[in-house]
Antibody, heavy 128, light 106 residues
């Protein structure tokens, strides 16, 4: 059974750095084709994908936030960490981590990431 | 960036109705499209991936179709548990979500 849970500070001041940890069970980042991603959702708004990291340490970031976020993994401890710098009130959102399984696209020769299992999410508020 | 546009934004329907939600991609995404259901205060739940493949455990009244830039999610006979917000998501190039369709009780 795959489970994920997000943890970290829930109230952060503008310009500060946010560190969120995703702790998971039921799978390992030693397994080929597996990854973990982060997605956020501002209150009452749509979902926005932020970043993902694969079993082989490949990392992909959403282009608009590429300079603001960093994703890393701690494979032995089954954790993935998202760091976001220079926070602004617009970063107020529920942050979800999720399990990803890779699929091979035989037309492009690339791998594509399917988000399947999600954590419960953690609400982060950016306010002075 | 690939933009995903869902329609309608809100859909009012009754138990037993057949409903369809449409999702359009700004460029071809082949069949790399997923549909999620989200209820208030909860994480999204994967319903369909690769445009038409039903995730394990998802009721057969849900179905998906399409390829390229036009996709649909159909619920054949609405049940009380189906009233929620639905999101499409492309995973051909990075990951982007549609803006959501809120399915509410008429």
């Amino acid at each position: 059974q795959i489970t994920l849970k997000e943890s970290g500070l829930t109230l952060v001041k503008p310009t500060q750095t946010l560190t969120l940890t995703c702790t998971f069970s039921g799978f390992s980042l030693r397994t080929s084709g597996v990854g973990v991603g982060w997605i956020r959702q501002p209150p009452g708004k749509a979902l926005e994908w932020l970043a993902l990291i694969y079993w082989n340490d490949d990392k992909i970031y959403t282009p608009s936030l590429r300079t603001k976020i960093t994703i890393t993994k701690d494979t032995p401890r089954n954790r993935v960490v998202l760091t976001m710098t220079n926070l602004d009130p617009v970063d107020t959102a529920t942050y979800f981590c999720a399990h990803i399984r890779q699929y091979y696209d035989r037309f492009s020769g690339d791998y594509v990431p399917l988000v399947d299992y999600w954590g419960q999410g953690t609400l982060v508020t950016v306010s002075s | 960036d690939i933009q995903m546009t869902q329609s309608p934004s809100t859909l009012s329907a009754s138990v037993g109705d057949r409903v369809t939600i449409t999702c359009r991609a700004s460029q071809s995404i082949s069949s790399w499209l997923a549909w999620f259901q989200q209820k208030p205060g909860k994480a999204p739940k994967l319903l369909i991936y690769e445009a038409s493949t039903l995730e394990s455990g998802v009721p057969l009244r849900f179905s998906g179709s399409g390829s390229g830039t036009e996709f649909t999610l159909t619920i054949s006979s609405l049940q009380p548990d189906d009233f929620a917000t639905y999101y499409c998501q492309q995973y051909n190039t990075y990951i982007t979500f549609g803006q959501g369709t809120k399915l509410e009780i008429k």
